[in-house]
């Protein structure tokens, strides 16, 4: 079984930057595809971008292209979500999830088995 627990939202201007941090235990997630989706007020989580085990593939929705990177720390079981250039409408409760058939990145939630909490994020205008 695998914990994961994300940390490092918060308030941010518009223009600022956040780095979410997703910190796995219960099981080493080096093989692992990691993902982040967001989940706005009264809409469906959405993906957000992914990485494959060794961070040779990864994968973004076309809105935070060249704002986000997806990084990963596999002998600190953590991967980071940085985020810059952050406009309002990337309000939302980041999700960090992870599934062991790392060789793919994916952008289907259908594809992850593990998720945590979340951690609230709020660009203000």
């Known amino acids: 079984q695998v914990q994961l627990v994300e940390s490092g939202g918060g308030l941010v201007q518009a223009g600022g930057s956040l780095r979410l941090s997703c910190v796995a235990s219960g099981r080493a997630v080096s093989a692992f595809r990691m993902g982040w989706f967001r989940q706005a007020p009264g809409k469906e989580r959405e993906f957000v971008g992914a990485i494959n085990w060794n961070g040779g593939n990864q994968y973004y929705v076309d809105s935070v292209k060249g704002r986000f990177t997806i990084s990963r720390d596999n002998a600190k079981n953590t991967v980071y979500l940085q985020m810059n250039s952050l406009k309002p409408e990337d309000t939302a409760v980041y999700y960090c999830?992870?599934?062991?058939?790392?060789?793919?990145?994916?952008?289907?939630?259908?594809?992850?088995?593990?998720w945590g909490q979340g951690t609230q994020v709020t660009v203000s205008s």
């Open positions: 999830a992870a599934d062991p058939r790392g060789s793919w990145s994916s952008r289907l939630a259908n594809n992850y088995g593990y």
